[in-house]
């Protein structure tokens, strides 16, 4: 069973930092691109972060980009997320996913890290 | 950026009956490799979104048979063929042909 486990949410002020982790079982992990996702509290789905299998390729959305950081740790099969300089508007829950091999798309996700910026 | 405009906004629908959603993307789906890679997400109260449908049509495991997409090009449609209680919640489009992968906007499902 593929499954997905975020940690590291917490409530931050603006202009702090913040690393996320996802450890990721029942799958082997170093062979698929992983994603971050984010959900505004309320709101709809906003693709953060990819990154590929041995790390090499990171992409970034442009509301993120200078500021996060996507990194994985194969031999622990955990994925990370390292947020700075946060905004009140990165506020949300960030959802761990994985791309899939079979298609180009993203298929099981986890449970979400509630992460808050606010003074 | 691809932009996904999802109709309606919100779907009441009675128990047993057939609810269908629209997706538009503003613009083609379709890949250098010939796929158009269309998903349908649903994301019920509390809990995090899940994969329905890949590249427009295809079931992802442990989907029911009442759940059906079809469409080409730009314009797609979430059919679900008999509604019920449990599959209240919000759907989203997604596409993931182009980076940055978007979203609609979520149809809100609600029993009347």
């Known amino acids: 069973e593929v499954l997905l486990v975020e940690s590291g949410g917490d409530l931050v002020q603006p202009g702090g930092s913040l690393r996320l982790s996802c450890a990721a079982s029942g799958f082997t992990f170093s062979t698929y691109w992983m994603h971050w996702v984010r959900q505004a509290p309320g709101k709809g789905l906003v693709w953060v972060s990819r990154?590929?299998?041995?790390?090499?390729?990171?992409t970034y959305a442009d509301s993120v980009k200078g500021r996060f950081t996507i990194s994985r740790d194969n031999s622990k099969n955990t994925l990370h997320l390292q947020m700075n300089s946060l905004r009140v508007e990165d506020t949300g829950v960030f959802f761990c996913?994985?791309?899939?091999?079979?298609?180009?798309?993203?298929?099981?996700w986890g449970q979400g890290a509630l992460v808050t910026v606010s003074s | 950026d691809i932009v996904m405009t999802q109709t309606p906004l919100s779907s009441p629908v009675t128990l047993g009956q057939p609810a269908s959603i629209s997706c538009r993307s503003s613009?083609?789906?379709?890949?250098?490799?010939?796929?158009?890679?269309l998903n349908w997400l649903q994301q019920r109260p509390g809990q995090p979104p899940r994969l329905l449908i890949y590249k427009i049509s295809n079931r992802f495991s442990g989907v029911p048979d009442r759940f059906s997409g079809s469409g080409a090009g730009t314009d797609f449609t979430l059919k679900i063929s008999r509604v019920e209680a449990e599959d209240v919640g919000v759907y989203y489009c997604?596409?993931?042909?182009?980076?940055?992968?978007?979203f609609g906007q979520g149809t809100k499902l609600e029993i009347k």
């Open positions: 990154i590929n299998g041995d790390g090499s390729s990171t």
């Open positions: 613009q083609s789906l379709v890949s250098s490799d010939g796929n158009t890679n």
């Open positions: 996913v994985r791309g899939t091999n079979r298609w180009s798309g993203v298929d099981y």
């Open positions: 997604m596409q993931t042909t182009q980076l940055p992968h978007t």
